[in-house]
Structures are given as structure tokens and as C-alpha cells.
């Protein structure tokens, strides 16, 4: 994941900052507990589309 691009990038939910997951290739919001996808290169920055984490994540 880009730097430049995520230092754009907001969780549309809380407006809160996003952390690259390369392992799940997901940005990561720990504010509203929600994993948005990227799929192709291309971050799903929709509300209806990311995993709610779990606890321990």
C-alpha cells in the first residue's frame, strides 16, 4: 500500500486514520472496529463491504 495514498485515505465511518494490514491485505480502523478490503491494488472503501473485527483482532 501506497504511503502517500493511505495518509489520504479515512475510515468513512469515523473519520478515523487507517493502518495497512499486510497480512489480510485490509486497512485496518481500530476507532470504528472495521477491515476494508483491497482488492486489486484497489482499497473497497464502503461501509457494507468491510469485516467487523473481532476482539482480539
Known amino acids: 500500500m501506497d504511503d502517500f495514498?493511505?495518509?489520504?485515505?479515512?475510515?468513512?465511518?469515523?473519520?478515523?486514520?487507517?493502518?495497512?494490514?499486510?497480512?489480510?491485505n485490509e486497512l485496518i480502523c481500530k476507532q470504528s472496529k472495521l477491515a476494508y478490503p483491497i482488492k486489486d491494488g484497489i482499497p473497497i472503501m464502503l461501509i457494507e463491504s468491510a469485516r467487523r473485527l473481532k476482539e482480539a483482532e
Open 5 to 24: 495514498l493511505l495518509d489520504l485515505l479515512v475510515c468513512p465511518k469515523s473519520g478515523g486514520k487507517l493502518v495497512y494490514d499486510k497480512n489480510t
